[in-house]
């Protein structure tokens, strides 16, 4: 399975510096992925134009969120299909930052899926558990339940992606063991292989949390890691570039 590398800017980045970012990845990148699927997630504000600056490259370009409508009266909203529109091929769905600013249910998040893949997107969904309930011993449960009310039927045999993401770990500079994480993946495939069969055993599961230069190496090891969710890494090409690179040596 290829891995992807996505990098998440969240609410960071104007014009100048976004482009000069994303120039810098394309540049670092070179011809091809080598092997690994590399995708751009920046602000809804640049979605236009940093995926004209990446036409042409392996280099695709995502949005963060969407709405579960495809238009209508939601001020200050953006639908699937106007992601589609301005260039964007992917989305992050029910990232931990959403689910906590704006209360996003697994509901929610099961309907802004079907709606990403209604208009050919291909969503990212998070899940993750909170340090309370990772010592309380609840992580796998926790994540099971998100997964099983966030995934729509048809979700493996589109192609979405899984990431999972301890919210413990986001911008943190803590991440779980190698143990950790390989057991938690293996928890979501077996979850994944059980309800969609075949395609479930292809979904690719991505970690995310913390994940850098240094450590990306050995975490992109661990068995049923198929990529990374880099979110402030992904803001250094430098950075963001070694990671991919580290994701090289895994499928080598
Ligand atoms: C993220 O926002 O998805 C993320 C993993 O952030 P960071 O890499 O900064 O922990």
């Known amino acids: 399975m290829r891995p992807l590398i996505a990098g998440n800017w969240k609410m960071n980045g104007l014009g100048a510096e976004g482009l000069a970012l994303a120039s810098a990845v394309r540049k670092g990148l070179g011809e091809g992925g080598q092997g690994v699927e590399v995708l751009l997630c920046p602000p809804f504000t640049l979605i236009e134009r940093v995926a004209r600056a990446v036409a042409g490259s392996p280099i695709a370009v995502g949005g963060q969120d969407c709405h579960p409508k495809a238009s209508g009266a939601h001020t200050g909203d953006v639908s699937a299909p106007m992601l589609k ?30 709606a990403a893949l209604a208009a050919g997107l291909t969503p990212i969904v998070c899940v993750g558990e909170t340090l309370a309930e990772r010592d309380a011993g609840r992580a796998e449960a926790v994540v099971e339940a998100q997964l099983a009310g966030s995934l729509p039927e048809g979700f493996a045999a589109a ?18 063991s190698d143990a950790d994480i390989g057991a938690m993946h293996a928890a979501i495939r077996a979850l994944l292989a059980t309800r969609f069969g075949e395609a479930g055993k292809a979904v690719r599961i991505l970690y995310g949390g913390s994940v850098k230069a240094a450590n990306a190496k050995p975490i992109l090891a661990v068995p049923e890691v198929g990529g990374a969710l880099v979110g402030g890494a992904s803001l250094q090409a430098e950075e963001f570039l070694a990671i991919i690179a580290a994701a090289r040596v895994a499928v080598a």
């Open 159 to 176: 192609k979405g992606v899984v990431a999972y993401e301890p919210v413990w770990a986001i911008g943190t500079g803590r991440t779980p």
């Open 85 to 114: 529109d301005a260039g964007a091929t992917w989305v992050i769905l029910g990232h931990s930052e959403r689910r906590a600013d704006h209360g996003e249910t697994d509901a929610l998040v099961r309907a802004k899926v079907e």
